[in-house]
């Protein structure tokens, strides 16, 4: 009875420390979700499409949030409740957000709090979320190693960032929005060729070699519909704080291409 007792203990797996993902549903958050349990710890998801009651710890350690932005005011408040709810000692943000929200959220919450945006395909983030450098800012910068042995845990490569979460924040978004305008100059293209009844094909060719020879400097963009949950909806937000007349174009244009699709 007693080494019964003893090897059912044995077997007890040991947790690194206890986890909260918000958003865990999504695509950015099954990712992040599945890296926390593969690197051991005791993870546990709260999502509002979630149809069952999820009973959360007293606290954790880590809360991860990865729930849709559209305006700081809801996002904010959304993650206070989250806050209020698993009781976090530190809060990581992955999603896409405007400048200065994640500095909203430590002085509104007291906790320590990590913005990390999120790099990758959406339809492999799981395995370029370990592939790519894992960059963060941590508020206050004193909590920078807490947040870095954190991310070495989870199996990602973490790359501290220096500068204010600010900066981070903004830079994320101007990514997505540079790649966002090729794809609206490809979209443009494709319709000028098939005002001559001719495909894009002959572009891609013309452009192959380019590619081959130079592949630091030339990428191989289509002129697909730029759907998914970021490049429109992050052009949308930097719109919203920084006029430009290309992104203009390119969410003009990838009205268009869904239009016509």
């Not at 209020?84 to 909203?104: F, M, N, R, Y």
Request: a positive charge; charged letters at 30%.
């Amino acid at each position: 009875m007693i080494k019964d007792l003893f090897k059912k203990k044995g077997k007890e797996k040991q947790y690194k420390g206890v986890c909260v993902v918000a958003g865990n549903l999504g695509e950015v958050g099954a990712a992040i979700h599945k890296l926390l349990i593969k690197g051991g710890f005791q993870t546990f998801g709260i999502d509002k499409r979630e149809k069952k009651k999820v009973k959360l710890p007293k606290e954790c350690d880590f809360l991860h949030i990865t729930i849709p932005f559209v305006e700081t005011k809801q996002f904010v408040g959304d993650v206070l409740k989250l806050i209020k709810k698993a009781k976090p000692k530190h809060i990581i943000i992955h999603s896409s957000v405007l400048p200065g929200t994640s500095l909203e959220i430590f002085e509104k919450a007291n906790v320590p709090v990590c913005y990390s945006p999120v790099r990758g395909q959406h339809d492999n983030l799981f395995n370029d979320l370990k592939r790519y450098e894992k960059y963060f800012s941590p508020l206050p910068r004193e909590s920078a190693d807490t947040f870095q042995e954190h991310f070495v845990a989870m199996g990602l490569k973490p790359s501290g960032y220096i500068k204010s979460p600010e900066e981070l924040e903004l830079v994320k978004l101007l990514d997505v929005c540079q790649y966002g305008i090729l794809i609206g100059w490809a979209q443009e293209c494709q319709r000028a060729l098939k005002n001559i009844s001719a495909d894009y094909s002959l572009l891609q060719m013309f452009q192959a070699e380019h590619i081959n020879f130079y592949p630091s400097k030339r990428a191989d963009i289509t002129p697909g519909f730029a759907g998914g949950h970021c490049v429109e909806q992050d052009a949308i937000l930097v719109d919203k704080i920084f006029k430009s007349d290309m992104l203009k174009a390119f969410l003009e244009s990838n009205k268009r291409k869904r239009d016509e699709l």
